[in-house]
């Protein structure tokens, strides 16, 4: 039960950069990991970055150098850092929270934010 809300999302071209933020409300206390993913035109969903209670990150290959992660303490948002951007970088972003409870893992997702790259 984690309410998740996206923003920054927008139009740029190649090289540009832009931010973007989620901000999180609810049952934060079972969150293990928030992320971000994102679905391209015609592409399956995928997992750009993501990061761990303890601060630990991951990240997709094709953003390693150009996209950052980051959460504030408390975990009440968590916020990418796109940077480089590229054509193919075009998608809509979801914000993604990963829950742990005694019935098992769960998780949330904000409604995206549409980012848009053009050459």
């Known amino acids: 039960q984690v309410q998740l809300v996206e923003s920054g999302g927008g139009l740029v071209r190649a090289g540009e950069s832009l931010r973007l933020s989620c901000a999180a409300s609810g049952r934060l206390f079972s969150v293990i990991a928030m992320g971000w993913y994102r679905e391209g035109p015609g592409k399956a969903r995928e997992m750009v970055a993501r990061?761990?209670?303890?601060?630990?990150?991951d990240y997709l290959d094709s953003v390693k150098g150009r996209f950052s992660i980051s959460k504030d303490n408390p975990w009440n948002s968590v916020h990418l850092e796109m940077n480089s951007l590229k054509p193919e970088d075009t998608a809509v972003y979801f914000c993604?929270?990963?829950?742990?409870?005694?019935?098992?893992?769960?998780?949330?997702w904000g409604q995206g934010t549409q980012v848009t790259v053009s050459s």
């Open positions: 993604n929270a990963l829950s742990q409870s005694g019935s098992g893992p769960a998780d949330s």
């Open positions: 990061v761990t209670r303890d601060g630990r990150t």
